[in-house]
């Protein structure tokens, strides 16, 4: 394991500073602190005095903390409970107490609550904005420390150490960490100033394998608010001392977070309780920190800024770091949406998620979940390449809920019916047909524009706990260049639902997962057909999955899903698009803009031409969904190793989704509540959350 004092002090014992606070006093307790000579990556976080017993030597001489590992369960981790707690409150308390015991060198720290990692978790190093105290994570340590080993750069408000030495310390650990753990990434979070540190750190590095989460960078310090401020205090008089906690609140963001605080729109009596115990803290804050930082202090942090700016920018053409950009859109102090668009645009792999209603301090923003971003993002990895398989993680209910608020319109709109079969053939009402043990194979008919994929997710996962992992088409997860697809960002909820790149490798993974797999064989040209072509299958001549799910004797599960026909008509298609010269033109940019697949098959199925057909809407209909009996596999490898006979199989699944689609077809026309209006009368009567009936089995 990695010397993980390397780079921070000089000599052979380099302490690093490992505390927790009270969240509910702020009270900083000397018992919990930890002064020790780390050689491990182990966490040495106590609540009780440090001593001997408390540690085990690993045979490299490191210390090992003993502590239960961290429950991972199939609906993720969510210790959102306990983060609740943590206000902007308790950040003022706890950011005091460390400026008060201020004094010494910058150095590293681990929060305690951040000690319960998972096994093989990547390390995060958070590298704080101007303050310097490190603890702009605060609100999100506990859900960080379950998939992280978080260090925290503390960089004491008096200290004085230049830029260019932070980037020699942060990337001394840097190396020190890649010599000992090769294979994993290392995570650099930084805010405002942190960001031009971990540019500036990934620039000297090209070849270790940093993921770079940016904060509102400070790469545009040129244009900043805070630029003037330099010449200002050099003339300022020291008798103005209200000044220096007044551009203190600026630097912060606090005004912002006041704000917030009322647009919560809570009741009048709980709002005026928050923002008067955020005031009071404020103030205690400000005065505290005004007493530590002079003005000569404000002044030297600020020229530092500048200077951290001008050496981040004069080295982005050499960051080749994965990279995630968080921009704010209220920021008072950066044009933090104009910087994050000019890096996109300068840096080698980066994307960008923009918070239109946050300010500079974003993580400390209500609604704002780092873990959910990462996970969004698909920027959480154990290795240098992403296993969408094992570094997958489910989303916790919390997240499960908004998700579900996000398509409820669909649910509401179309009141799916689902249906499933029993192994003697038998139709049921709801998913008792399907096994929840894994692995499954879902293979089925993608309705226009995929309507239906939201509402069979969301079901599953809500009514049998079972995560559908969808086979999605490479354009949510990659561009191959920047232009007129949707932002990466448009996907993110589907990232968080499961979804992975459809690939042969992917499959493997999945399968030896036992994960229940979603694959809709006609892909692209099903979901966006013709005129006409309703509820036609276009799947590959060959056989595509029959044998890899026969390798992990998966069951195969086919269905269909039928009622985009109530939902909207095709008025211009593909083939009227490409005759007008406008909307070839910009389909012709599109399809040049995303991944190719099935380059090497000819046919109808092979045209994966990237377009969006023009709908006229109509009342909304209803949405049903049937999945045919299972056909088992297990047992069959050797048989259907000839492909003769996985063919066989492939075209009786898909025989058994035009069966599932035709029987739907029929049924419908005896749905009593196939129509919006009944189903709202129903509903007004019975109450909006009623299941509304369907037609007799």
Not at 570 to 577: A, G, K, N, R
Not at 636 to 665: N, P
Request: with cysteine; aromatic share 8%.
């Amino acid at each position: 394991m990695a010397a993980t004092g390397a780079g921070v002090f000089a000599g052979p014992s380099s302490p690093i500073l490992r505390h927790q606070i009270s969240p509910s006093t702020g009270n900083l307790k000397s018992k919990r602190f930890v002064l020790a000579t780390v050689t491990s990556r182990q966490s040495v976080s106590s609540t009780e005095p440090a001593s001997p017993a408390a540690h085990t030597v690993t045979e490299n001489g490191g210390f090992e903390k003993k502590h239960e590992a961290s429950k991972v369960t199939k609906r993720g981790v969510d210790s959102e409970s306990e983060n609740r707690r943590l206000s902007l409150k308790d950040y003022f308390e706890q950011s005091k107490d460390m400026i008060r015991s201020d004094g010494g060198p910058p150095r590293w720290f681990s929060p305690v609550e951040c000690a319960s990692r998972s096994n093989n978790s990547p390390l995060l190093l958070f590298l704080p904005g101007i303050v310097g105290v490190g603890l702009g994570l605060t609100l999100h340590h506990q859900r960080l420390g379950q998939i992280f080993d978080i260090w925290c750069l503390h960089i004491p408000v008096m200290d004085r150490t230049p830029f260019t030495d932070l980037v020699g310390l942060v990337e001394k650990t840097v190396r020190s960490e890649n010599f000992h753990s090769p294979k994993r990434p290392i995570y650099l979070v930084g805010e405002s100033l942190g960001a031009c540190l971990a540019l500036s750190v990934a620039a000297r590095n090209p070849d270790i394998d940093l993921i770079l989460i940016l904060a509102n960078p400070a790469t545009c310090f040129s244009k900043s608010q805070l630029q003037p401020l330099i010449p200002l205090l050099q003339i300022m008089p020291e008798q103005l001392p209200l000044s220096v906690p007044y551009i203190l609140s600026l630097i912060t963001g606090i005004p912002l977070k006041m704000m917030a605080i009322v647009e919560k729109r809570l009741p009048l009596r709980q709002t005026d309780g928050e923002l008067s115990e955020s005031i009071r803290a404020l103030s205690s804050y400000l005065s505290v920190l005004a007493d530590v930082l002079p003005r000569e202090t404000l002044l030297w942090k600020l020229q530092m800024i500048r200077s951290a700016s001008s050496h981040a920018n004069s080295r982005l053409h050499a960051v080749k770091a994965q990279t995630l950009i968080l921009s704010s859109g209220r920021d008072l102090l950066l044009p933090s949406e104009e910087e994050g668009e000019r890096l996109r645009r300068t840096l080698a792999k980066c994307e960008i998620r923009k918070f239109n209603d946050s300010g500079h301090s974003l993580f400390l923003e209500d609604g704002v979940d780092l873990v959910t971003i990462i996970k969004g993002s698909s920027f959480y990895r154990r290795a240098r390449y992403i296993d969408y398989a094992s570094d997958y993680i489910p989303p916790t209910p919390s997240e499960f809920k908004k998700i579900c608020e996000s398509i409820r319109w669909i649910e509401v709109a179309t009141s799916p019916v689902m249906l499933s079969t029993l192994e003697d053939g038998k139709i049921v009402r709801g998913l008792g047909g399907i096994s929840s043990e894994g692995p499954v194979l879902f293979v089925g008919y993608h309705m226009l524009l995929g309507l239906e994929l939201a509402p069979l997710v969301a079901r599953f996962w809500a009514e049998r706990d079972i995560l559908v992992r969808g086979m999605a088409h490479p354009l949510t997860f990659t561009k191959l260049k920047e232009g007129k697809l949707p932002e990466l960002s448009t996907f993110d909820t589907f990232r968080m639902m499961g979804a992975v790149p459809v690939s042969a490798i992917n499959f493997y993974k999945l399968f030896a997962s036992k994960s229940h797999v979603l694959l809709y064989p006609g892909g692209m040209r099903e979901a966006l057909h013709r005129k006409g072509e309703e509820y036609r299958l276009f799947w590959p001549e060959q056989s595509e999955f029959v044998r890899m799910a026969a390798r992990f004797g998966a069951t195969i599960i086919p269905f269909g899903t039928v009622g985009e026909d109530d939902i909207g008509q095709v008025v211009l298609d593909y083939d009227d698009l490409m005759k007008i010269p406008y909307f070839k033109s910009e389909i012709e940019e599109l399809t040049d803009e995303a991944v190719k697949l099935r380059t090497d098959i000819e046919g109808e199925v092979a045209n994966q031409a990237v377009h969006l057909p023009i709908i006229l809407p109509k009342l909304p209909g209803r949405f049903y969904y049937l999945f045919g009996k299972p056909i088992e596999t297990e047992g069959r490898k050797q048989e259907l190793r000839s492909r003769e006979k996985a063919h066989e199989l492939y075209l009786e699944v898909k025989s058994e989704v035009e069966g599932c689609m035709a029987f739907l077809k029929e049924k419908r026309e005896h749905d009593p509540y196939r129509s919006l209006l009944p189903r709202l009368i129903f509903q007004a009567t019975n109450g909006f959350d009623s299941e509304v009936p369907t037609f007799e089995l």
